[in-house]
């Protein structure tokens, strides 16, 4: 059975670098004979998350909102890989990819536990993808790459999953991206 990856692409803009990169890793999962799901927020309608609770106790892991981030948690839920591509800005995600990554809180359970030491939400399903974090950013900025991985740590730890976290930066060729890609899809064979 292929396995299954998911792929939430944060791109703001259609063909910008890191919608290339997506549909980099989306053809080159493919020739692997992954399954793939992605979802372009670009095109997606994806609503803020209300924290209205409602999938924690009326819907229990389902979102009330009728839109395209209805199918984030789902799509989660049943991959092996999940990775968020997206611009890197001030250290951190676009609004629209952010916003994205916060309708997975249908995949959390409302009570908490201890996981390595702090509190956090349990996790509503035992399958936890493996979490791959690509960040871009126009040219090289050294605090906003040390932030950009300390908050994907941070994530990873939200997930309570594996993780790995690329950070591409400037202009990227195509042979460039290909050969970024399949470095960072040989270190995930590896694991």
Same mark, same amino acid.
């Given at each position: 059975?292929?396995?299954?990856?998911?792929?939430?692409?944060?791109?703001? $803009?259609?063909?910008?670098?890191?919608?290339?990169?997506?549909?980099?890793?989306?053809?080159? /999962?493919?020739?692997?004979?992954?399954?793939?799901?992605?979802?372009?927020?670009?095109?997606?309608?994806?609503?803020?998350?209300?924290?209205?609770?409602?999938?924690? %106790? @009326?819907?229990?892991?389902?979102?009330?909102?009728?839109?395209?981030?209805?199918?984030?948690?789902?799509?989660?839920? =049943?991959?092996?890989?999940?990775?968020?591509?997206?611009?890197?800005?001030?250290?951190?995600?676009?609004? $629209?990819?952010?916003?994205? /990554?916060?309708?997975? /809180?249908?995949?959390?359970?409302?009570?908490?536990?201890?996981?390595?030491?702090?509190?956090?939400?349990?996790?509503?399903?035992?399958?936890?993808?493996?979490?791959?974090?690509?960040?871009? =950013?126009?040219?090289?900025?050294?605090?906003?790459?040390?932030?950009?991985?300390?908050? $994907?740590?941070?994530?990873?730890?939200? %997930? =309570?999953?594996?993780? @790995?976290?690329?950070?591409?930066?400037?202009?990227?060729?195509?042979?460039?991206?290909?050969?970024?890609?399949?470095?960072?899809? @040989?270190?995930?064979?590896?694991?």
């Amino acid at each position: 059975m292929p396995r299954r990856a998911f792929i939430l692409n944060g791109s703001t $803009t259609p063909g910008d670098p890191p919608d290339r990169i997506s549909v980099g890793l989306d053809r080159s /999962l493919r020739d692997l004979e992954w399954h793939v799901d992605r979802m372009d927020v670009h095109w997606a309608r994806i609503g803020p998350c209300r924290v209205c609770n409602a999938c924690a %106790f @009326r819907t229990p892991g389902e979102c009330t909102l009728s839109d395209d981030g209805r199918e984030i948690p789902r799509l989660m839920a =049943q991959a092996d890989l999940l990775a968020l591509v997206s611009r890197i800005r001030f250290g951190g995600y676009p609004a $629209t990819a952010k916003r994205a /990554l916060e309708r997975t /809180l249908p995949n959390v359970h409302p009570l908490f536990m201890i996981y390595r030491g702090e509190m956090h939400h349990r996790l509503r399903y035992p399958r936890r993808p493996f979490l791959l974090f690509v960040g871009w =950013q126009p040219a090289a900025d050294p605090e906003a790459r040390h932030l950009y991985i300390r908050l $994907t740590e941070r994530n990873a730890i939200n %997930f =309570q999953a594996e993780h @790995r976290t690329a950070v591409l930066e400037g202009d990227l060729p195509p042979a460039e991206l290909h050969r970024a890609l399949a470095g960072l899809l @040989r270190e995930l064979g590896e694991r």
